[in-house]
């Protein structure tokens, strides 16, 4: 992995995008990033992401138990159409040689 290119910027993004596919858990989504990234990442860097998102409105959460359950509500939606559509620009021809 190139040390170089770092996604920490892209963390709320790609919550968004993890949660667009249905409702997780905190442990849920760091799961999923770990799958995508090669390495978990830890709860002092999910649920932060995960409060901020919250206070803009972009993610809600539901109590299950002890545990909480994220998912997008319809501006974390909105956000995230708007988000691919500017990253699609920005890297269209990523591939083209």
């Known amino acids: 992995m190139f040390s170089c290119c770092d996604v920490r910027g892209m963390l709320g993004v790609l919550v968004l995008k993890i949660l667009s596919c249905g409702a997780k858990s905190g442990d849920g989504i760091a799961e999923e990033l770990g ?6 990442p830890t709860p002092g860097t999910i649920y932060p992401a995960l ?7 972009l993610v809600a959460f539901e109590k ?7 998912s997008l509500t319809p501006a974390g939606r909105k956000e995230l159409r708007r ?14 040689k």
Do not use: H, M, P, W
């Not at 799958?35 to 978990?40: A, F, I, S």
């Not at 299950?64 to 994220?70: D, W």
């Open 35 to 40: 799958k995508r990234r090669g390495k978990k």
């Open 51 to 57: 409060k901020e998102l919250k206070a803009v409105g």
């Open 64 to 70: 299950k138990g002890r545990e909480k359950i994220y």
């Open 83 to 96: 988000v691919t559509c500017t990253v699609c620009n920005i890297f269209y021809d990523f591939f083209e």
